[in-house]
């Protein structure tokens, strides 16, 4: 596929106060884009298209799991830049602290799924008829826990594991028109999201430690999967891994979850510290 110039589109980000989000609009700008900014809180919105400058920038507070909300948003994209070429359906959370499923709270577990792919499927519905009349791109994220093992974790790796078959599914329905999908699928990125895991909770860090060894476990920054991000569009890639080293272990990931899900069920190290995430959970 050639280039897809990314001068003059008009790019809709959700998540965008986030620290990927963030960075992949700074990133975006400085290709020409014209940018449509969604997220829950409207003053960081506000203070981040100050930094970018408010020619270019249409900030809008919404939440992704109301499709009327994400509607509207489309519809003041339109209103302001005349067009939605590029959706970055990137808003996400997960549950905080860690949790198992047999301590998580009904409310919380649900709404990760709610958010991360609700959103997602919300977020795009309501821009793709756009997106085909312009012959654009959408672009999910999803996380290398689309195939890794979600111990502690797993209403955010359910979730990442169906939106990344979500864009898949949508990038084959769209290749008879001039519009495509693609799947992000981030490593561990140093965000507020994956703070409980990088040394903000004890027994997440050391799980994920023990889970995550070498080259694996190492974090990047957000600007880094800009970096990435950019550069997928511009490709209208079918998939964007970032780290690279995550590639090979999606690629092999039939041998990857059944190697990795056997050493985790007779661990057990690993089993005492689930005992302790429990126990945590229940003081």
Known sequence: MSRYSLRDKVVLITGATGGIGAACARDLLDR????VLVDLDQPALDALAAELGPGAVLAVAADVTSFEQMCSVADQAVARFGRIDVVFANAGTAVDPPVTVATADV???ERVIEVNLL???RTVKACLDEVIRNDGYVLVTASIYAFV????NSAYATSKA???????SLRT?????????GVLLPGWVV?????????????????????FKGPLGQPISPERIARAVTSGIERRAARIIEPRRWAPVSLLRGIFATATDTWLDHDRTMS????????EAKH
């Not at 020409?32 to 940018?35: M, N, P, V, Y």
């Not at 169906?162 to 898949?168: H, I, K, L, Q, S």
């Not at 005492?272 to 126990?279: D, F, K, N, P």
């Open 119 to 121: 959103g997602v499927w």
């Open 173 to 181: 329905e769209l290749a008879h028109t001039g519009a495509s999908a």
């Open 107 to 109: 409310a919380a577990y």
């Open 32 to 35: 020409g884009t014209r940018l």
């Open 272 to 279: 005492a510290l689930v005992q302790r995430l429990e126990s």
């Open 162 to 168: 169906a939106v990344e078959m979500f864009g898949r």
């Open 149 to 152: 093992n979600g111990i502690a």
């Open 191 to 211: 965000t507020p999201l994956a703070h409980p895991a990088l040394g903000g909770n004890r027994t997440a860090t050391t799980m994920a430690r023990r889970a």
